[in-house]
């Protein structure tokens, strides 16, 4: 690990932004952040979501290597945002012991972030706009506003990299295998062919240092996304454009719901990153180790029972994984769906239970696609199994 990742992750708790304690957060504790960022960085409202709510730039640096990043492009990916919230806390500090790599960064890059691009889908807690568009399949036609937006920025600043922060499905696995992906790379290409262009190399360059720094902490956890071209995807735009496009993607946790341990590795990745381009480190960097990544496929689930009771003489294998609703006062609302029932060995559970001696109680019924706070099973006459016993473990 470099000198940087690891002074940053040794001393993330001391530059954490400890009003952020969840994904879903309040329009008014936004605003109460955003007011405290102007009166330190260079924060403008660069224009409105289609139902008029704001979205900031914050710039810091006045180093002529420009980089770009954004969060929220879809409302419900939040883990990003709070990373960055965590990198302006530290920004915004005098004094040691960050003042001489501070000074390096602001002499050597600009940074112009959009902390919040989506607001209208994060108030809703939804991945799409107000519109009911995903934001990344409209770098083409930009039929919403705010991906007129986006486009255009990038368009006028022409970074040398840009940094697509997002959160993936949370059951992502590595290949076909049992981990789970907490973290996923792109070095993202900008045509069919797939072509490795100076500045797709830069992007690849980077993914392979954020590799090299997280492989000792989440060994075996760590996949990218397939690089097939997608025209309509913002990241492989800007790829064609010449962006050094970077998509880091935050996956899941365990039972780490409110993903605070990716937040610290995102926080800790970017300012890396950040200084790897400041002092030009990142193009020592093959690319081999991260070309050799396995790619995400979904062989996860969160719940695997086997053999599990379906009536006095059925059984077969269930899965059940987590839906989240959010709810008016801000919390999200945890509860579980049968996503499959009968011959489930090509999956792997986060959980898995023998179900082979256990019975259904006797208000208790297994259905597909029901969804279930709770469901009861027996061993012996004895609760063996509680669903809401794994709610719990979230919320706890």
């Excluded at 997280?214 to 071209?229: L, N, V």
């Excluded at 994984?321 to 009968?342: A, K, Q, R």
């Amino acid at each position: 690990m470099s000198l940087m990742f690891n002074k940053a992750f040794e001393l993330y708790e001391t530059f954490r932004e400890n009003r952020l304690t969840k994904r879903c957060f309040s329009a008014a504790l936004w605003q109460e952040l955003i007011t405290e960022w102007s009166t330190h960085f260079a924060v403008r409202e660069l224009g409105k979501t289609e139902e008029g709510r704001p979205i900031h730039e914050v710039k810091w640096g006045e180093g002529p290597i420009q980089v770009i990043a954004w969060s929220q492009m879809h409302g419900d990916e939040a883990t990003a945002t709070m990373a960055l919230a965590d990198i302006f806390r530290l920004l915004a500090t005098s004094g040691q012991p960050s003042a001489e790599f501070k000074q390096k960064l602001h002499q050597n890059i600009t940074l112009r972030i959009i902390p919040r691009l989506n607001a209208d889908g994060a108030e809703r807690w939804q991945r799409e706009t107000a519109l009911g568009i995903d934001m990344n399949r409209d770098a083409t036609k930009q039929n919403s506003v705010e991906a007129r937006l986006l486009s255009a920025w990038a368009d006028e600043i022409k970074p040398a990299f840009a940094f697509n922060l997002h959160d993936q499905n949370r059951l992502y696995s590595v290949g076909n295998s049992p981990e789970q992906t907490h973290i996923a790379f792109l070095a993202t290409t900008g045509d069919d062919a797939g072509t490795w262009t100076p500045s797709r190399l830069r992007a690849g360059q980077i993914c392979q240092r954020m590799l090299r720094q997280i492989q000792p902490i989440i060994p075996g956890k760590i996949a990218k996304w397939t690089d097939e071209f997608e025209s309509r995807a913002f990241g492989d735009t800007f790829s064609s454009r010449g962006y050094g496009l970077v998509l880091l993607e935050s996956g899941g946790a365990g039972w780490d719901l409110e993903k605070q341990s990716l937040r610290k590795l995102n926080a800790c990745l970017l300012l890396d990153a950040f200084c790897a381009i400041a002092d030009g480190s990142y193009a020592e960097e093959s690319i081999a180790e991260y070309e050799a990544l396995p790619t995400n496929e979904r062989t996860i689930v969160d719940i695997k029972i086997t053999d599990a009771p379906l009536s006095a003489t059925v059984r077969a294998d269930v899965l059940f994984n987590l839906v989240e609703t959010p709810m008016t006062d801000g919390n999200i609302h945890y509860s579980w769906v049968v996503e499959n029932i009968g011959d489930m060995s090509p999956f792997y559970g986060l959980t898995e239970i023998d179900g082979k001696d256990l019975h259904l109680s006797p208000d208790s019924s297994i259905s597909l696609g029901e969804n279930y706070t709770e469901l009861v099973l027996l061993k012996d006459g004895k609760t063996s199994f509680k669903l809401s016993d794994y709610t719990h473990k979230i919320q706890s």
